[in-house]
């Protein structure tokens, strides 16, 4: 069972990512050290003896719908009641609403200890706080009294309803419609798909965040207005009362996240018998310019999602180093003991377990990086603001789609590492290769982040801003070649070279654009986005290996550079040179 | 729902694979190419009208245990009858006992379609097939007259009883015991798991070849035998009477396959209780030699296997295709239509679709090009001969592990490709990937794959027997240089680096065996594989592009060349230069 890795997280967080400088020079005003370690600790406490225990219960029994009303499984409703006690879902809430107020990093942090242990129990409330960032900036006043400090304590939760049928990736395709009541209130009628946690008896009200089109309207993505439909309308003393028009007319059966109810909903069907049809909605923001409001919590989601894979895949390295330790099968050189060796011995094994160890550790150390960066331009000014600002919206994508593929890929090899037996339901190997599989997916998908990062983030601060950064990875480079340590192996050489690649990419990427050839741009943005994290992840295990000397980071961050990073070569030519012959290829795919 | 790609089989047998060759030298008799055309246009057929209806049912429902009887899905027993009754469990079978005798080549071809159908279908008659290939060369005369013509026409199924508990890649740990009964017979005694159709309602019989030891036994895997254990033991007719000692204890929940019963069997435990214990066995070959004889049966079983990576690659491909085919979302440069334009037209979607494609094609072309040495082998003398079976002992591990990685990675690019429908189970494409991933861990895991290839398969003919073959794909390469066609783009040039590439590391590889350095070998095993299959795919896909001069075929060798070979140098490190920072990062896993 997953044992949250609290000195590691810590490790990360402080010398990786950049949070003890931040406490050092005050940057979180009194928060020190001490209160960080602790919170961690008492966070991976938490996680592994109350969260972790959910994790099978919910994979089996799943959600369930009936009448319109979603259970979940055994034992959650007391968990999540346990959590929301203990303070952690307003850990970076407001203070003015009652939240803690601390800063992002911390909150990434605990985000990954709640995933590991369950992914579907982590899911929840990560869009309860994209709700009260949502209407933290966006939403009147009133709103804002009336809901967020429910919000944030975790009594409701809150939802992001985005998807219909015909509007998943492309939200310019929405048809929900919103009409004004006249009282300042709007009706909301319509389906969306896919409401994660759009139903379900853990709080005593659900908060729906909906995109819809006024009657009149712009098409496309300028006609978006947000809505906040709460499943209870408030009564006079802001408790919930009435039933809203708003119902979970379906769960979907999914791979994995079994006990993560995936909602059709049906607003303004006439479900509420007593009164008109219509979901009873207020604006949030601006009338058509809800989609900025909706970014501003999907930015965030998206960094979320991208610690889900960081924390799948850590908890498929544990297991799958645990059997390792345990499984005994034919001899290995490594080993002297008695009988079969362990096949942590074999070194077909410890490429496998190494693999994931350093993926792991290179996906944290990049989505860290990006909360730090939303830290320091929340506690900045100016043009230090404006820096971070855009570091955080350049990492961003890459947090989200390289960490999730890399949940994928570590879970798979877990299976892999535990042989016939990681097949078995039982052994719960599948069961996160299961869950990590939706994270690549949702809340944009890897190749739409992909798409981000080289139209929308290469072009911050005139194209400038991402050569500040590579700058950033080639001083840890340079750090490393400096020492001229044979404990490093070729990490400096290899480091170098797989930012040079980045490099060279991004100056092409850049001018195609320029060129306007943007096709051929998009069809390299993928193998780009891998290239960029992995020159990435290489600089930062160096980081953390230059942090402390240790001689397992060393190897670990020699590991990845001999061994992972060189694929970067291959990925710089799949972005310069591969545009062709995809463009000539595709042509067979199209039906006539 | 899967099509088989009729022609695009009888493509790669005859033009990549060498089938065509060998039918005009004449070298299976009369065979031509209008019944070669014939037999996989009728297996087709019976694929995807018969076969792929069962996918969906058969992953519901699940094979069931009760009372130690299995039952099969609905619709199953039907189908299996109608399949055999088609003849195709016979194929491949040795005309004596009743089967068709045709090549290995069809076998494999018709294989791929049953399991693109349903992968649980498949490969129930694969393990019969292996069942009837040790009987017919290791078995005795009675034996064979007993059990193999009901074997052939798959009236009776058969199984393979390997594993137990503490015995699952390392054979030499296992202890089912066998003893003489005096009469010539043996009595079993012991547990199997993981034993694949162990047992089911679909046949009268099951006939399961057991590896257990004799009491007299050496130690180690020179001290096992095998055994053929009947679940009804023949009366005076021949005919299944008497219930023997085996039972089925338990099925196995599984990520995938669900129809596939994979069985916890007990022998002699007693529950035949009119008899004394001991389940009633005859020996196969000679006592203690029966891994030999099991390593017959496992090398076939190995490339059937891979044949399921190839089979469900296809139908993952075939799926993703359509969908994007169909999905509209956004707009694309290259949509010129009314509204937001079909997802095939998204360079990214492009990217992940041919990736698909271009894998698929070229682990079915080494697949089937290993089918084709075991033909040659078969109906060859001499040298010739022996070069042969050379080829097949080559490409065996190759195609086991590339094929099933490219299975996983394809089915899992196939849910991508799908969006956030890949997550649900209804849309069918989580079930592909569900079913692909035993695919790369059981006859052998891929690591074993690798270390089979590295230890034992460069060795072969000196050493030099690789090289030949590299020689042929090099030539391969040369015919795409000599062209100097622009429509090749850069392939040549990417060929025969990636060429160069698997050169050099085979040599490092073997002067690393030679100076005894086997964990540095072992270490580099899986990266050598997948750079070998990738220069080897490479090469049949430029193969594929000159047999005809396709466009179709040579924009996708091309863009397997420009997008896909690149990865060669980075495993071409990963070996010669990755043992070192292994070894060293290896030392934090160990347990204390």
């Known amino acids: 069972m997953y044992r949250a890795p609290v000195e590691e997280i810590a490790f990360a967080l402080k010398h990786v990512a950049g949070l003890k400088a931040a406490l050092d020079a005050g940057s979180f005003g009194?928060?020190?050290?001490?209160?960080?370690?602790?919170?961690?600790?008492?966070?991976?406490?938490?996680?592994?003896?109350?969260?972790?225990?959910?994790?099978?219960?919910?994979?089996?029994?799943?959600?369930?719908?009936?009448?319109?009303?979603?259970?979940?499984?055994?034992?959650?409703?007391?968990?999540y009641r346990h959590w929301i006690e203990g303070g952690w879902n307003g850990l970076n809430g407001p203070e003015e609403f009652g939240g803690q107020g601390l800063p992002t990093m911390l909150g990434v942090a605990t985000l990954e200890m709640w995933n590991s242990a369950s992914m579907a129990f982590g899911l929840g409330p990560t869009l309860t706080m994209g709700a009260v960032e949502a209407l933290d900036k966006h939403a009147s006043e009133d709103l804002k009294a009336a809901y967020l400090e429910k919000l944030v304590s975790g009594e409701w939760m809150g939802t992001m309803n985005l998807t219909e049928p015909q509007a998943g990736s492309d939200l310019a395709a929405l048809r929900t419609r919103a009409e004004r009541a006249g009282d300042g209130s709007y009706r909301i009628f319509g389906q969306k798909i896919f409401i994660t946690y759009g139903e379900h008896d853990l709080t005593g009200n659900i908060v729906h965040l909906v995109l819809a089109r006024l009657p009149d309207a712009p098409a496309g993505t300028r006609g978006i207005s947000l809505f906040l439909v709460p499943k209870y309308l408030l009564d006079d003393d802001g408790r919930p009362g009435a039933r809203n028009d708003v119902f979970c007319s379906g769960l979907e059966e999914k791979l994995g996240i079994h006990a993560s109810p995936t909602c059709t909903m049906i607003y303004g069907d006439g479900f509420a018998k007593d009164r008109e049809p219509g979901a009873v909605g207020w604006l949030i923001g601006e009338e058509h310019r809800g989609l900025a409001c909706m970014f501003t919590m999907m930015n965030n989601a998206r960094l979320a999602v991208g610690m889900q894979g960081v924390a799948v895949a850590e908890a498929a390295f544990q297991k799958a180093l645990a059997y390792a330790n345990d499984r005994r099968q034919g001899k290995a050189s490594g080993y002297s003991g008695e009988g079969m060796a362990p096949i942590v011995h074999h070194p077909d094994v410890q490429r496998n377990l190494l693999t994931m160890k350093a993926l792991t550790q290179s996906a944290r150390a990049i989505a860290y990086s990006c909360a730090h960066a939303i830290d320091m331009a929340s506690v900045s000014e100016g043009t230090a603001k404006a820096h971070w600002q855009d570091r955080a919206n350049l990492l961003t994508p890459v947090a989200k789609a390289f960490a999730t593929d890399v949940g994928v890929d570590v879970a798979s090899l877990g299976v892999q590492v535990h042989g016939g037996m990681g097949f078995i339901e039982e052994t719960g190997a599948a069961r996160l290769l299961r869950d990590a599989r939706i994270a690549p997916i949702y809340e944009g998908t890897n190749g739409i982040q992909a798409i981000d990062l080289v139209t929308r983030k290469l072009p911050l601060g005139n194209g400038d801003h991402v050569f500040d950064y590579v700058g950033e990875l080639d001083a840890v480079a340079n750090a490393v070649a400096a020492l001229n340590s044979d404990d490093y192996g070729r990490s400096a050489i290899c480091l170098e070279q797989a930012l040079d690649d980045l490099q060279q990419t991004t100056r092409f990427l850049q001018k195609l654009l320029e060129d306007g050839r943007s096709d051929d741009a998009l069809a390299g943005a993928t193998p780009y986005l891998r290239l960029f994290a992995l020159a990435a992840g290489g600089a930062y295990l160096a980081r953390a290996a230059l942090a402390e000397g240790d001689a397992g980071r060393i190897a670990l961050c020699r590991f990845f550079a001999e061994n992972l990073l060189g694929e970067t070569a291959a990925l710089k030519d799949r972005v310069t040179g591969g545009a062709a012959s995809l463009r000539e290829a595709a042509k067979a795919l199209v039906s006539a």
Chains 1, 2 share one sequence.
């Open 30 to 79: 009194d928060l020190g050290e001490d209160l960080v370690d602790a919170i961690l600790g008492e966070a991976g406490r938490f996680a592994t003896d109350e969260v972790a225990p959910l994790h099978e219960v919910g994979d089996k029994a799943g959600a369930r719908l009936k009448d319109a009303a979603v259970t979940m499984p055994p034992g959650w409703k007391e968990a």
